[in-house]
């Protein structure tokens, strides 16, 4: 099963649970609490992007993007990788990294378009990995998705994925709004 996620900058509200849930997943400190106040310090697999308040007519607009690895099914990261250390995981497509093969040099962050690699303090890549030890617990969902208060994280097989945005897309339609 090819394994997805969508993130929905239309639910997300910027309270930070994603990002605290993927920390304490994969044991990185700190662990804020009091994010963003805490931020951007250490590792961090999911980021919360705020973008505004601006107006918007009459209207103060503001929304939250959460991002992370998008495990992209032509990732740019595995083909720019020297040390071959970045691969797919077979059965699942997750896009993982090989921390014994790393090198460090950084290629993989310069060609993905989603910034999402990362690096610790030993300076080896560090991805998101759609929570595959949960996933492979026989857990749904990831720990940024379980946590998420206001359900803007969904992952599935890219299939369940495709379903959820297209659900989304027909409820846009349907309310008269082209913002999808």
Do not use: W
């Not at 250490?42 to 992370?68: A, C, H, N």
């Not at 020297?82 to 997750?94: D, L, S």
């Not at 989304?168 to 339609?173: L, T």
């Amino acid at each position: 099963m090819q394994r997805a996620i969508f993130r929905d900058k239309d639910r997300c509200v910027g309270c930070y649970a994603c990002v605290v849930a993927c920390k304490l997943e994969h044991n990185f400190p700190p662990h804020p609490i009091a994010p963003p106040a805490a931020e951007p310090h250490g590792v961090s697999l999911t980021d919360v992007y705020r973008y505004g308040p601006f107006l918007e007519g009459d209207k103060v607009i503001q929304y939250f993007v959460p991002m992370s690895c998008m495990h992209c099914a032509d990732a740019p990261c595995i083909r720019a990788c020297p040390a071959k250390a970045i691969y797919k995981e077979a059965g699942t497509g997750t896009t993982m990294v090989n921390k014994d093969r790393c090198i460090g040099c950084r290629m993989c962050l310069l060609v993905c378009p989603y910034g999402a690699p990362r690096y610790n303090e030993s300076g080896e890549c560090e991805l998101c990995d759609l929570c595959t030890r949960r996933f492979h617990e026989g857990k749904k969902k990831t720990a940024c998705e379980a946590a998420c208060v206001a359900t803007a994280i969904f992952s599935g097989s890219a299939e369940e994925v495709a379903g959820h945005k297209a659900r989304k897309a027909a409820r846009k339609v349907a309310e008269g709004s082209n913002s999808i």
